[in-house]
């Protein structure tokens, strides 16, 4: 067959552009790309009545004959270089009608390719509408962040109330890099915030989202489910975890019916929490949630974990999500006390789940001067050590954010090993980075309330606990994904407004709320600059899960001194940095501006949280 010049000059061309592509510095302008796609019922079965997509981004619909028998509906999302480059961005909007059924799968894994000299991150941003009745599955494979590159994303998920309500499967799925050149979390920034709204008769009932799934992973520093038609696989995810966390030793809680529910083969290391809950009070607008969240060591056993827990969707769709990526079949072995003994006595390795999120350069220990805190008058420096003394009774000791479920799955290691004191370190830092960057901002917030730059002196308290109100709906909405740490949250928080209204007046303080508002609220009406109420909250958490270790014997009460101390020093920066942020908050737009960047940074800590309560045997409340 004979090839003409122009042919073989776009064949090569064409192959220039993917060895650039293997080489991680792809050369093309950046661009944006749009992909519309809506699924309706006609005659009884699910056709795609829309497609439509401009580069980067890519609609690919898929027809197998075992999905065409479902009467489902399913796409692939797929990109004409492979992946992202810094700049682009995609916009993605997806619409189900009611009754129908669609699935959006992915190609292969995204590639974010590192970003140009102007630093801009690729961009994503998905608008799904899902009317009664109807199910929309998203399960795309992993997102795979190449070194030195940037992403962003944005969900959001627009649900319709009624008898039947409309239901949802999301994975959302984040792959450490490019591991096998080893780059492992070599990326610079990773940004994700999801929302959920409730609608009826086609409108949302508030502008907030009633549910907020937001995390920030920077240099150095899951599926939902929702719906009566996704209950199967709700269910599944809590025996998952079940098995899973029998696997690494720990002692699960009694009467779980596990016999009819077994795991495919794993070979590496795969910790798995899940926590449900009510999603909203509302009479009309009540909804259940079941979120999951995974961190493995291999791409492999996230695959077969979803794939098994995915299974009921067959028969909705037709085939199950991620059929496609399983090349092996077994069934995951009885755990048995050789077994965990074997496991134990492996060394812990650098690809230790626990490690990564605090694989951050050492934060530097910055001299006093440098906090710029005001001087605090005598009054002020009294209330100060009575806000943060260890007796106040807020219950903050009766739960160990995560630590107690952390050390029963392993990953903590193994206890009196040589490391076992850095692991302990890490996690309660990891855990106070996080906590600081999302529960700290709100600490911000709620202190600003009082200022006169916010409440004028002509308003009235009840006008001030109304937008106090309103933001801690706004914290509630991204701990409704966690129940586990919504509820060790609220406990303490009504622990903290109880003392608030006995210590500075019934009428100017709430009767329950979140910790991180009601501690705001009150470091204001004690009269304390907000930056110290941001290091008092700080330090408060630190303490509590410090104190948490030395109950669970991870580390002794002298050492324990040693340890609070060193992982202070080591939030210095992030302490500065939450110091920065309190510029933004002049006003309540501001302070709205402010709580959409709050994210929490440590997964792995979410983990952990959310398998607290599969623990039979527990110390702790969570």
């Known amino acids: 067959m004979r090839i003409s010049r122009a ?31 809506a699924a309706a019922c006609v005659e009884g079965r699910t056709a795609l009545v829309r497609v439509r997509h401009a580069a980067p981004a890519r609609l690919l619909p898929m027809q197998p004959a075992a999905i065409d028998r479902s009467g489902a509906a399913w796409c692939a999302l ?29 190609q292969a894994s995204t590639k974010v390719y590192r970003t140009k000299r102007d630093c801009q991150p690729a961009r994503q941003n998905l608008e799904a ?136 083969e794993i070979s590496g290391k795969l910790t798995m929490g899940v926590t449900s809950g009510k999603q909203r009070q509302s009479d009309a607008l009540t909804g259940s949630v079941t979120v999951a969240r995974l961190m493995a060591e291999k791409s492999e056993d996230v695959y077969r974990v979803l794939h098994s827990c995915l299974d009921p969707l067959a028969r909705e769709l037709g ?25 134990k006595e492996k060394k812990q390795t650098s690809t ?95 202190h600003h309330l009082v200022s006169s730059a916010v409440v004028a002196s002509e308003e009235t308290e009840s006008k001030l606990l109304e937008r106090w109100q309103e933001l801690d709906s706004m914290l509630h909405a991204h701990l409704a994904t966690n129940e586990v740490a919504s509820r060790a949250s609220s406990h303490q928080g009504a622990g903290v407004a109880r003392v608030a ?47 948490a270790a030395v109950r669970l014997n991870l580390v002794g009460p002298l050492r324990a001194v040693e340890l609070q101390s060193s992982i202070l020093a080591e939030l210095t920066h992030d302490l500065l940095r939450s110091s920065r942020e309190v510029a933004f908050a002049k006003d309540f737009d501001g302070i709205r501006t402010l709580m959409e960047s709050a994210a929490g940074c440590a997964p792995l800590v979410d983990v952990a949280q959310a398998a607290h309560d599969l623990l039979e045997a527990r110390l702790f409340l969570t």
């Open 501 to 547: 209204r006995s210590w500075v007046g019934q009428q100017c303080m709430p009767r329950n709320g979140h910790t991180a508002t009601v501690f705001g609220l009150l470091s204001a009406k004690l009269g304390l600059p907000v930056e110290v109420a941001v290091h008092a909250f700080a330090y408060c958490g630190v303490r509590d899960a410090v104190s």
């Open 129 to 264: 509408n899902v009317a009664a009745g109807g199910l929309l599955v998203v399960a795309p494979d992993p997102l795979v962040p190449f070194a030195d590159s940037s992403y962003a994303q944005r969900l959001r998920f627009c649900l319709e109330s009624g008898e039947m309500p409309a239901s949802i499967v999301v994975v959302d799925w984040l792959g450490s890099g490019r591991v096998a050149t080893g780059e492992r979390w070599a990326f610079r920034r990773y940004s994700s915030r999801a929302e959920l709204f409730w609608k009826q008769d086609g409108v949302s009932q508030t502008e907030r989202a009633d549910l907020v799934e937001s995390l920030v992973i920077e240099a150095g520093d899951e599926p939902n489910s929702m719906g009566p038609r996704g209950l199967d696989v709700a269910a599944r995810l809590h025996k998952a975890a079940m098995r899973l966390a029998s696997r690494s030793g720990a002692r699960i809680r009694n009467g779980a019916d596990l016999d009819d529910f077994q795991l495919p």
């Open 319 to 343: 085939v199950a999500p991620y059929s496609d990526r399983i090349h092996g079949h077994g069934l995951m072995p009885q755990v048995t006390g050789s077994w965990i003994a074997k496991e």
């Open 7 to 37: 042919a073989y000059c776009a064949c090569s061309n064409h192959a220039l552009k993917d060895l650039g592509g293997l080489l991680g510095a792809p050369r093309r302008n950046p661009q944006h790309g749009s992909a519309s796609l």
């Open 78 to 106: 797929g990109s004409f270089g492979g992946g992202l480059l810094g700049g682009d961005a995609v916009d993605l909007t997806l619409s189900v009608g009611c009754g129908a059924s669609l699935a959006l799968v992915t």
């Open 352 to 446: 230790n789940p626990s490690t990564v999120l605090a694989s951050s350069p050492q934060a530097t220990c910055h001299n006093p001067q440098d906090y710029n805190a005001a001087a605090l008058s005598f009054m002020q420096q009294m209330a100060l050590c009575q806000l943060t003394d260890a007796t106040l009774p807020t219950g903050g000791f009766a739960h160990s954010a995560g630590l107690e479920a952390a050390d029963q799955l392993g990953l903590l290691g193994v206890r009196d090993a040589p490391d076992s004191y850095d692991k302990v370190k890490e996690f309660i830092l990891s855990l106070a980075r996080s906590n600081n960057r999302l529960h700290g901002t709100f600490v911000i917030g709620a």
